[in-house]
């Protein structure tokens, strides 16, 4: 998706929708960078996380889970869009099953590109 996102022309788009992405993603600040850059001013940016505790992943706000999915914390993923985006809406869903571990609890973001 950011090798993607890296090809786009500046404000080109309205809307960027990533469900189950950024569970597959360490580092997601290049991510909002890119998603920033090629938003519209006032364009919305809508996507889910699986969720992690502060105590589960420590100040860095990400932890790696068994299945190999990253679950990010919502104060870390705020700390990185918080002077480009502004929070629309954060609900806390089920983003998926995962067999004997049953329902994944998660985030819906909907953020709103700063006017910059």
Request: aromatic share 6%.
């Amino acid at each position: 998706l950011v090798a993607q996102l890296c090809r786009q022309d500046d404000a080109c788009f309205d809307l960027l929708v990533a469900t189950d992405v950024v569970m597959y993603l360490y580092r997601v600040a290049k991510l909002f960078q890119e998603a920033q850059r090629v938003l519209k001013a006032g364009g919305l940016l809508a996507f889910s996380t699986e969720s992690a505790s502060e105590a589960e992943a420590g100040s860095i706000g990400v932890v790696e889970r068994t299945s190999e999915r990253f679950a990010h914390t919502r104060s870390h993923i705020l700390a990185l869009t918080e002077e480009t985006f502004e929070v629309e809406s954060i609900q806390e869903v089920s983003v998926r099953l995962d067999g004997a571990a049953g329902a994944i609890v998660g985030d819906i973001f909907v953020l709103r590109r700063k006017a910059h």
